[in-house]
Structures are given as C-alpha cells and as structure tokens.
C-alpha cells in the first residue's frame, strides 16, 4: 500500500473518530433558554449550517412522487404551509409574527411573496445579526432579539403568527402556545410547525426508543418532544383560540430531508472544505444525530405536526 492511501486512511479514521468522541461528550443538552441561544449562536458564527442548509433552518417539504432539490423543498415548505393554515388568505400588509425565526428564510418570503409586514423573533442575537444582514433595503422585515416565552408585544398586534420547528425547543409548551395565541388578533391565523414524539403514553416506547430519544433531546439542545394530540389540546384549551384546531403529520412529505442534508454535504463538499478542517469535523458530528432522527422519523417514533387555528 502507497503511504499516501496509508496516510488517507488514518486520516479518516481521526476525523471519524474525534467526531465521535465531539458527539458523545460534547452534547447540547438543554439547561435553559440561554442554552439554546449559545448552541444557535455558534450554528450561525461557524457558518457551517447556512452554507449547508442555506437561509431556512427547517426540513423540506418533497411532494409525494416528484423529484425535488433539497434547498427548493425548503422553499416548498414555506408556500405549502401558508396554504394549508390560510395564511395567504391575508391581505398584502398584514402583520405577521415569526416566532423562533432562525436567520429570517420564512419571514423573507412571508414579507416578499405575500407582501406581509414581518417581525421575526429569535432567542440567538447572532442570528438576528444574520438574518439582518441577508434582508435586503425594502424588505419589510425586521428582527429582535426576544424569548419566545416572554412576547414583548400588546396582545392582538398581529394577524398571523407563525412558527417553524421552534417548539421543540421550549420547556413549557403551554406557555409557548398562550404567548403566541395572546399576540393574535381575534380572527388572525396561527400556522405551526414542530417536531413531536408519537403518543408516548398510548404507546410507550421500547427501552432501544427511550435511548434515542434521549439523544435526540440532548444532541440539539430539546428539553421536550411533546405528541400532536397533546400540544392540539393545549392550543384548543386556550383562551385565546377559536378552539378549532386542525392538524397533520407530514413525515411522508417532509422526511427525506434527514438523508438528503446528508447527501447536501457530498454535493456540495466546498461548502464545507473552505471552511477548514474543524468544520469537517463538526460537519461529521451531527451525522449520528442526523440518522437517529431519520431513524426516528420513519420508524414514527417522532412525528413532524402541523397546526393551523383561528384568534
Ligand atoms: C430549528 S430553528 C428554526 C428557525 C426558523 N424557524 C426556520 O425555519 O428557519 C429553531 C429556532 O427557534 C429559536 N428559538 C428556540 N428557542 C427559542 C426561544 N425560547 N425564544 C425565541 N426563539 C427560540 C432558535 O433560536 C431558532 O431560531
């Protein structure tokens, strides 16, 4: 064998290895609000996940039979969301609510396509520094730094509120759904979207389902995976809604992302390359992670609920 394959091989096998070790001890687990700030602080300074996953933080939505690019079915899922939940039902100007924004993909969309007035909030002050510098001049958006928890707008400021795979991030679920609730208008229009865990009590999960679980709370910063049927009981007991939830699983629609964010990788290997070797190794990091939720997700262990409802 060549020295140069010999010197590959070993290389490989440091990167595997120390990205192990990075996965197993290094985990995100969550301790408060300020812990997911940091994890996401440092997802957007490392640049790592943008130049992966571009401007949306968020799965794909891939229509049933048809062939469809990874970063276009993020698109997708945008325009498909606002559909089902009505959103687009709002005239041009209305004011939305983007709960949990990342680095403002769905708010820029909201406001360019629909022509909606967007206020995105996120508990990361690096990502709003991002998402304000990718908003061009003219677009209305704009984006704080604030809880999700703890809205710091009048109650019934906006006509829709809106909030993608935020939730999952939220130690009091009730708390996340009356402060979004509150700040619509009687009449406005909610559209949700959140990674959820099957009905673990009409289903308990097995101890191999426990354990992975357990990763998938502690890897990416969750202290809670709740079922769909238990957050629609929340948003339907609240005060604030008209009490008429409807809501889906969309995995079939939105699992091929876990594999594809994989493949994104190979397809585009510079993204990751000029970035330097750490980022090589914190790219291969969150592979584990990444196949426990495909795991997850198509084993229904996770489900991936939708939620629409009137103020
Ligand atoms: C998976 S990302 C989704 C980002 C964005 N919705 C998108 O689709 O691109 C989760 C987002 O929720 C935000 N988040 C988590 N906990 C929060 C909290 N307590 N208050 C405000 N934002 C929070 C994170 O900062 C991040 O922007």
Known sequence: MSILLISSIFLVIIFLFSSLVLWRINTRKFISSGTVASAYDSWTQDKL?????????HLGFYPLNKNID????????????VS????????????????????????RILANYYGFNVTGITISSAQVKRAIELTPQGCKCNFK????????????????????????????????????????????????????????IK??????????????LEQWAHPKFMSINEFSNILITNKHS???????????YTNPSWFD????????PNAILSL????????????????????????????????????
Request: charged share 25%; glycine share 12%; proline share 4%.
């Open 49 to 57: 996940l943008e130049r992966l996953w571009g401007e949306h933080i």
């Open 70 to 81: 990874f970063r276009a079915a993020k698109i997708q899922f945008v325009h498909e969301l």
């Open 84 to 107: 089902w939940s009505g959103l687009d039902k709002l005239p041009r100007g209305s004011r939305v609510l983007d709960v949990g924004c990342g680095i403002g993909g769905s708010s």
């Open 145 to 200: 730094v604030m809880d999700a928890l703890d809205l710091k707008f009048e109650d019934g400021a906006f006509d829709g509120v809106w909030s993608v795979e935020a939730g999952a991030h939220m130690n009091n679920k009730t708390k996340f759904a009356d402060q979004m609730l509150r700040k619509l208008r009687p009449g406005g229009y909610l559209a949700l979207a959140d990674w959820n865990s099957r009905d673990l």
């Open 203 to 216: 289903t308990p999960p097995s101890m191999l389902e426990k354990i992975i679980l357990k990763q998938l």
């Open 242 to 252: 008209s009490g008429q939830i409807i809501f889906e699983n969309w995995n079939s």
């Open 261 to 268: 964010s994989i493949f994104e990788g190979i397809r585009r």
């Open 276 to 311: 330097g070797p750490g980022a090589l190794v914190k790219s291969i990091r969150e592979i584990p992670t990444i196949l426990l939720m495909d795991w997850a997700f198509k084993k229904g262990l996770m489900e991936f609920g939708v939620y629409k409802c009137r103020g």
